[in-house]
C-alpha cells in the first residue's frame, strides 16, 4: 500500500500546496524522506499537486485513487521504466512543477455484465483488456457504433488502449503506438485464431466498443480496467469519458508525447 507525507515549501504561503505519494519500495520511501528533509507535506485534499515517487504502476494508482480531487500530478521515478515519469530530483522542486508541461488525459469507462448478472463499472486510463480464463480461447463478437464488425474472434483475448497505454500492454501484443492528440483508441486482439489475419483496427474516440462473449458458460472471459480485473464476463462496453480527467506534468524538455514519439523508433 502506498503511503503518503505532505508539505508546503519554506518560503512562504504563496507557493503551490504539495502532497507526496509514494510506492513503499525502499527506493521511494528513501527519497519521501529526502524531499520532506526540505519540505512539509499537506493532505492530498489541501495541496495543489501531487507527487507521485514511484514507478508507472504507482502513477495509476494515484490516478485512479485522487480522481475526483482533480489535483494535477507530478511523478519522479523511483521505478523501473518510468514512462510516465519525470527524472527524480530533489532541488528545484517547486521551479519544475511551476515550469512543467501539463497534458490533460480522459480514461475509458468499462462497463461489464457478468453471468450472474451484475454490472461492474470501471475507468481506465491505459487500457481495457478482454482475456481468456480457462484453457480454450475466447469467442468475442465485437461491435462498433450498434455495427458489428468482428462477429467471432477467435483469440487470447482483445485491448482497448488509448494513446498513453497503446507502449503498454498493446504495444506487447503488436499494437500500434498512438501519438498524443490523435484522438484514436487502438483495437488490439492478442494472439488472434479467427479471423487469422485480423490485426486490429484505429477507432475515433468518439466509438462506443461492444464485447459479447458468445459461450460464456464453457469459455471463461475476465476483464481488466488498467489493474481492476472482474471474472464471469458476458459483456462488456468501453467509450471514452470526457467527463473525467486527470492532469499530468512533464518537465518541458522531457515531454509525454516525445517520449511516445520516441517508442515508435526504438530498436
Same mark, same amino acid.
Given at each position: 500500500m502506498a503511503s503518503t507525507e505532505h508539505f508546503v515549501g519554506k518560503r512562504g504561503l504563496s507557493l503551490p500546496r504539495i502532497a507526496c505519494v509514494d510506492s513503499g519500495s525502499s527506493r521511494a520511501n528513501a527519497s519521501r524522506r529526502e524531499l520532506a528533509a526540505q519540505y512539509?507535506?499537506?493532505?492530498?485534499?489541501?495541496s495543489d499537486v501531487i507527487i507521485a515517487l514511484g514507478g508507472d504502476g504507482l502513477v495509476l494508482h494515484v490516478i485512479h485513487e485522487y480522481l475526483d480531487?482533480? *489535483? %494535477?500530478?507530478?511523478?519522479?521515478? &523511483?521505478?523501473?521504466?518510468?514512462?510516465?515519469?519525470?527524472?527524480? *530530483? %530533489?532541488?528545484?522542486?517547486?521551479? &519544475?512543477?511551476?515550469?512543467?508541461?501539463?497534458?490533460?488525459?480522459?480514461?475509458?469507462?468499462m462497463t461489464a455484465k457478468t453471468v450472474d448478472g451484475k454490472v461492474e463499472e470501471s475507468f481506465a486510463f491505459n487500457e481495457v483488456s478482454i482475456l481468456r480464463h480457462t484453457r480454450q480461447t475466447a469467442n468475442v463478437r465485437i461491435s462498433i457504433d450498434g455495427v458489428v464488425r468482428v462477429p467471432l474472434l477467435a483469440a487470447d483475448g482483445v485491448i482497448v488502449a488509448t494513446s498513453t497505454g497503446s507502449t503498454a500492454y498493446n504495444l506487447s501484443a503488436h499494437g500500434p503506438i498512438l501519438p498524443l492528440g490523435t484522438n484514436v483508441l487502438a483495437l488490439t486482439p492478442v494472439s488472434p485464431f479467427r479471423p487469422r489475419h485480423w490485426r486490429g483496427a484505429l477507432l475515433p474516440h468518439t466509438s462506443v466498443v461492444e464485447f459479447e462473449n458468445l459461450d460464456p458458460h464453457k469459455r471463461s472471459l475476465s476483464v481488466s480496467a488498467d489493474f481492476k480485473e472482474f471474472l464471469e464476463i458476458v459483456s462488456v462496453e468501453v467509450l471514452e469519458d470526457r467527463s473525467r480527467m486527470?492532469?499530468?506534468?512533464?518537465?518541458?524538455?522531457?515531454?509525454?508525447?516525445?517520449?511516445i514519439r520516441e517508442e515508435q523508433f526504438a530498436s
Open positions: 512539509k507535506f499537506v493532505p492530498p485534499e489541501e480531487l482533480g *489535483r %494535477p500530478i507530478f511523478g519522479m521515478n &523511483r521505478g523501473t521504466v518510468g514512462f510516465l515519469l519525470n527524472a527524480y *530530483r %530533489p532541488d528545484l522542486l517547486i521551479e &519544475r512543477i511551476q515550469a512543467a508541461k501539463e497534458v490533460i488525459l480522459h480514461p475509458l469507462r486527470v492532469k499530468l506534468l512533464f518537465d518541458p524538455d522531457h515531454s509525454l508525447e516525445e517520449r
